[in-house]
């Protein structure tokens, strides 16, 4: 059964780092797009970033530029959401997704969580003041 595993959350201090991880398993096929959404507490789902996996092209939330960037490892598909200089407004539960076909002009793009079926179970990320 296709599945996204989620790692790396944590609370951490203003200013400090997380790195995220999502790893596609039980695919038949690789995921062509993968994204990471949050949700903060009382708040709507909403898109971080997004890969384009057959090339590597990533997007990123403009108002997050500069701070939050996205990886891969190519031997598993493994993503990976580097977060740094992080706020307490930061803080949210984060969402891996992925969609299995999907062209680059469609993933790069931000999209809402309607967009996307397979999610994964989310992990926590908390910054304190």
């Known amino acids: 059964q296709a599945q996204l595993v989620e790692s790396g959350g944590g609370s951490v201090q203003a200013g400090g780092s997380l790195r995220l991880s999502c790893r596609p398993s039980?695919?038949?096929?690789?995921?062509?797009?993968m994204a990471w959404f949050r949700q903060a507490p009382g708040k709507g789902r909403e898109e971080v970033a997004s890969?384009?996996?057959?090339?590597?092209?990533?997007y990123v939330d403009d108002s997050l530029k500069g701070r939050f960037t996205l990886s891969q490892d190519n031997a598993d598909n493994t993503v990976y959401l580097q977060m740094n200089s992080l706020t307490p407004e930061d803080t949210a539960i984060y969402y891996c997704?992925?969609?299995?076909?999907?062209?680059?002009?469609?993933?790069?793009?931000?999209?809402?969580?309607?967009?996307?079926?397979?999610w994964g179970q989310g992990t926590q990320v908390t910054v304190s003041s």
């Open positions: 890969i384009y996996i057959n090339d590597g092209a990533t």
């Open positions: 039980g695919y038949t096929r690789s995921p062509q797009c």
């Open positions: 997704t992925a969609t299995a076909f999907a062209l680059a002009g469609w993933c790069l793009r931000r999209r809402g969580s309607t967009d996307f079926a397979q």
